[in-house]
């Protein structure tokens, strides 16, 4: 796996409460709002950050992102001294991105210049709709306006690297409503869009009482490929199944995932991947807050590595690179999975049959038209048996 070891290397950290929780999200996260236990929790990730710090060693970390939840109910002061702790520990690329999650609704919590001074360089607002009706049923606590405000006040502070995410085929909603809220995200000039669809996944509010008046299958595409045409002449360039970036402004830590990178694991319910001379690994913290502090607070525990075999590590490296628009190539899959060419393209002859990938030459390949509408059963075939 040596050749492995020369994937980049992110960190993600995991700080676990909302306000509320919305009814389509199944992310470890829970309701504390200003009782989230925020001082205790801090000191717990800062001995989980040392221990992941020696799996790290003197691999430089391209990446790190404060994911939630919502982390920006902690304040500027708290991110600065959680950020410090990493970079007392780790060794940081010179470029290295760091992104935080921010919710509109609760970005006041501290001044965006304040989360800017702590060091966080790429702000990713969770805007979802620009319609107040869409909200409501969204279960967002946040107005339109404060959309507004949060990226005005984020580019005031100085952020010249702001994410947007947004929803489509939402309730109710139609081709003219989507293209709206692509407009509206648009006109505050971030520099990516995440734009993605709902899906109503297990152990959801939404899940268990799907919300009415959800687009159907037809409609949902034709949302898709209006707003793609229209993302593409505002300038934003599809990189992803939900991605879309301006001046080539992609996100690299999202691109470490879809690349088979590696990244480390710190928080509750933080998931980790880890390549080394014996092979590929994955882990996890345990989920709970509580169990977790008290964990931390007992010296930690090491997580137990779970190898990925080799018919995983095909299967894993599709699910990730099948959903990049620019396609990957074998000399990528044999470096991040430690397997041959020759296996993949094994794999790969019955789709390209039915026409779902095609070659692009020199070993490169990439999912056509046909192959992007129907991903999910694309990805499937690569299932291990």
Not at 58 to 69: A, H, N, T
Not at 119 to 140: D, E, K, M, T
Not at 186 to 201: D, F, R
């Amino acid at each position: 796996m040596s050749n492995a070891l020369q994937a980049p290397l992110s960190l993600y950290i995991h700080l676990p409460w909302c306000v509320r929780k919305c009814p389509y999200c199944d992310f470890n996260s829970y309701t504390a709002g200003d009782k989230a236990p925020r001082a205790r929790y801090l000191n717990a990730l800062k001995t989980d950050l040392a221990a992941e710090a020696e799996r790290a060693g003197e691999r430089p970390l391209v990446s790190l992102f404060l994911g939630g939840g919502t982390p920006s109910l902690f304040t500027p002061d708290e991110i600065a001294g959680l950020l410090e702790a990493v970079r007392e520990r780790y060794v940081l690329a010179d470029d290295v991105e760091i992104t935080m999650e921010a919710n509109p609704g609760t970005v006041e919590c501290g001044d965006p210049a304040g989360y800017r001074q702590a060091g966080v360089n790429r702000l990713s607002i969770g805007a979802q709709s620009f319609s107040p009706a869409s909200l409501a049923v969204l279960g967002r606590i946040h107005s339109v306006e404060d959309i507004s405000r949060a990226v005005h006040a984020a580019t005031t502070a100085g952020f010249g690297n702001i994410n947007i995410d947004l929803m489509y085929a939402l309730p109710g909603q139609d081709v003219t409503a989507a293209l709206f809220d692509i407009e509206q995200a648009a006109g505050l000039e971030p520099q990516h869009l995440s734009w993605y669809q709902l899906t109503l996944e297990p152990n959801t509010v939404f899940h268990a009482r799907p919300p009415a008046g959800l687009p159907g299958d037809d409609t949902s595409f034709d949302i898709q490929q209006r707003g793609q045409q229209r993302l593409a002449e505002l300038g934003y360039e599809q990189y992803e199944v939900s991605a879309y970036a301006r001046n080539d402004r992609r996100s690299v830590h999202n691109l470490n995932y879809w690349s088979f990178g590696d990244y480390l694991a710190v928080g509750a319910g933080a998931h980790g991947k880890i390549t080394n001379d014996e092979g590929i690994w994955r882990y996890a913290k345990i989920a709970n807050p509580q169990q977790y502090m008290e964990q931390q607070e007992q010296g930690g525990d090491a997580p137990a590595l779970k190898p990925v075999n080799k018919e995983d590590r095909l299967f894993e490296f599709l699910l990730n690179a099948l959903r990049l628009t620019d396609g990957f190539d074998e000399q990528l899959f044999e470096a991040r999975t430690g397997l041959s060419a020759d296996s993949l393209r094994q794999r790969l002859e019955p789709v390209i049959k039915r026409e779902l990938i095609v070659s692009q030459g020199s070993g490169s390949w990439c999912v056509t038209p046909l192959g992007q509408r129907f991903l999910n059963d694309l990805q499937a075939e690569f299932l291990p048996d």
